[in-house]
């Protein structure tokens, strides 16, 4: 991920499109940061909202860490499929069913 850690503009403009990637575990737990760290949201039928302009530096921070975590959790997921296909391709006898 090439984040840099600021508070500018343009790096909440990355975490903002970082976290519309997020899946719906993922958005649940960064419900979670967002409501242990006090901050302010809005919510309705519609989803949950915040302003991402006004979190807290230290919010921001473990939301980084929280992307960081998630990329790295793709990242494995994929190599682990990308493994099982190969090993699938290589050896159609283990995987066919009886």
Same mark, same amino acid.
């Given at each position: 991920?090439?984040?840099?850690?600021?508070?500018?503009?343009?790096?909440?403009?990355?975490?903002?499109? !970082?976290?519309?990637?997020? #899946? =719906?575990?993922?958005?649940?737990?960064?419900?979670?940061? &967002? +409501? *242990?760290?006090? !901050?302010?949201?809005?919510? #309705? =039928?519609?989803?949950?909202?915040?302003?991402?302009?006004? &979190? +807290? *530096?230290?919010?921001?921070?473990?939301?980084?860490?929280?992307?960081?975590?998630?990329?790295?959790?793709?990242?494995?997921?994929?190599?682990?499929?990308?493994?099982?296909?190969?090993?699938?391709?290589?050896?159609?006898?283990?995987?066919?069913?009886?």
């Amino acid at each position: 991920m090439s984040v840099t850690k600021d508070t500018d503009f343009d790096t909440r403009k990355q975490l903002f499109e !970082e976290i519309k990637q997020f #899946n =719906r575990t993922e958005q649940e737990e960064l419900y979670r940061i &967002l +409501k *242990r760290a006090g !901050e302010d949201l809005s919510e #309705n =039928r519609n989803g949950i909202f915040f302003d991402l302009m006004s &979190l +807290k *530096r230290e919010t921001i921070d473990k939301i980084y860490e929280w992307i960081t975590f998630c990329s790295s959790n793709r990242t494995s997921f994929e190599s682990r499929e990308k493994e099982l296909s190969q090993l699938a391709e290589e050896n159609p006898s283990l995987y066919q069913s009886n």
